[in-house]
């Protein structure tokens, strides 16, 4: 068996008993859906999300879309799926562009924000949403696995926030995603672990670099929420983890969305450089 099955193995038999939190390239295609989007109306507030073509992200965007906020949709990969998040805020709506991205290059990551003000004439809200989890005892853990992850949630994580901490207007709001794994740091998942803990300290840093213009930065940490980054690790990894949840369920996408949302109005104001848990009491 190789390092990767010995990985997925073990991660498999952990989820049993531990929580298990388990370029700007625009192209041809892509021009002609952007360039209707960015006719539309330039006013109101506007939000980027990283990683919104599924999971999290996209649950995201359409909530945050619902609120008002036109909408900037990141992916890396799922351009069809990416697509059908920015088609559903138009049917709603409201207005979205989509722009491929890897957040790992910085590049990008400014190129993505151009796309962004160039569609909507400024930023409000940026969530550093992308990300991937690999999970193996250090011992197997492969140098790509590892350092594929360190570059998108660590150094993708920090190419967002400083663009967003370069361009953000008076009055925004700056979410990052950390996770409630950093509670438990189960066997495993080290890498992944730590990536996500450094969120907690970008966002408590960067609130008080940004202070005095009423923006605030917040970490959210997610418990175990239904979706791919889970259920690339089998049916297994989701397994047990409703009946040690207090609320009796698995987290889904749109709670997280809900919690997030919840950050970016007024009332969410007075919180800020925060880590915000939500899991539904899982620890
Ligand atoms: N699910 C959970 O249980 C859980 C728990 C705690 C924290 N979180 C955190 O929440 C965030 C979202 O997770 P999720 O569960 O929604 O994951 P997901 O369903 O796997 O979606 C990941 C998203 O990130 C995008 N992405 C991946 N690598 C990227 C890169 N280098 N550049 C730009 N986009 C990239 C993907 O784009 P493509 O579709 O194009 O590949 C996709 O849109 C992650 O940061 C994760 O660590 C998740």
């Not at 909408?71 to 990416?82: H, K, S």
Request: charged share 20%.
């Amino acid at each position: 068996m190789n390092d990767l099955s010995n990985s997925r193995r073990n991660f498999l038999a952990l989820a049993a008993t531990a929580p298990a939190a388990v370029a700007f390239a625009n192209s041809a295609s892509a021009q002609s859906n952007d360039e209707q989007s960015s006719t539309k109306s330039r006013a109101g507030r506007a939000a980027i999300i990283t990683g919104s073509s599924r999971g999290i992200g996209a649950a995201t965007a359409r909530r945050l879309a619902r609120d008002g906020f036109s909408i900037t949709v990141n992916y890396l990969t799922n351009r069809d799926l990416a697509d059908s998040v920015a088609r559903e805020i138009e049917a709603g709506g409201g207005r979205a562009i989509v722009r491929q991205a890897d957040v790992a290059d910085p590049a990008a990551v400014k190129a993505l924000f151009d796309a962004h003000d160039e569609a909507f004439g400024g930023v409000d809200v940026v969530i550093s949403n992308a990300g991937i989890m690999n999970v193996g005892p250090f011992a197997q853990m492969t140098d790509a696995a590892f350092n594929r992850m360190i570059a998108t949630n660590l150094t993708g994580s920090f190419n967002v926030l400083r663009e967003a901490a370069r361009r953000i207007r008076d009055g925004g709001r700056i979410v990052t995603l950390s996770s409630s794994i950093t509670l438990s740091n189960p066997a495993f998942t080290g890498a992944y672990a730590a990536s996500k803990a450094a969120q907690v300290s970008y966002a408590s840093v960067l609130a008080k670099e940004l202070s005095g213009r009423n923006i605030s930065v917040n970490a959210i940490s997610p418990g175990a929420v239904d979706t791919q980054l889970l259920r690339q690790h089998g049916e297994e990894a989701l397994k047990g983890i409703p009946e040690r949840t207090p609320l009796r369920r698995l987290g889904q996408p749109e709670d997280i969305a809900g919690v997030i949302a919840s950050l970016c109005v007024t009332d969410g104001a007075w919180i800020n450089g925060q880590n915000v848990f939500a899991n539904g009491g899982l620890s």
